[in-house]
């Protein structure tokens, strides 16, 4: 699915069965509430963290998807095309690290 088409098909879902966006600020909170929830199986899985009960654990895939959604539905409501916003991002990125990276003794291992 392209970007262009997600940030339609949440805006269509948000229209028809979730009623209205919450409002931005709202938005906002629960994105950071989702972040840390992602940030919890993360530290568990892969880091020094143990889950206390195993049916704690939950699918970091589903929780990518919360943290992408919010993060549509944000821009949505501030009218930015995250298409546009991540090909302008990706040409920063490429112009300002083209030799950076390469260059990090730390990333040579």
């Known amino acids: 699915m392209e970007i262009k088409a997600l940030q ?4 269509e879902w948000i229209k028809t069965i979730g009623v209205r966006y ?10 950071t509430e989702e972040v840390g929830e992602l940030a919890r199986i ?16 939950k699918d ?3 929780e990518m ?20 916003a991540i090909q302008k991002n990706i040409a920063k990125k490429t112009n300002r690290d ?8 730390k990333l040579s291992k």
Do not use: M
Not at 8 to 11: A, G, R, S
Not at 65 to 84: F, I, S
């Open 42 to 57: 993360i530290s568990r899985k892969y880091g020094e963290q143990s889950f206390k009960n195993p049916e704690e654990e």
């Open 65 to 84: 998807a919360d943290v992408l959604w919010v993060l549509v539905c944000l821009a949505n409501q501030t009218g930015v095309d995250l298409e546009d």
């Open 22 to 31: 919450f409002n931005e600020l709202t938005n906002f909170a629960i994105l």
């Open 8 to 11: 339609k098909e949440v805006d």
């Open 60 to 62: 970091l895939a589903d």
């Open 98 to 105: 083209k030799d950076r990276h390469k260059n990090n003794q």
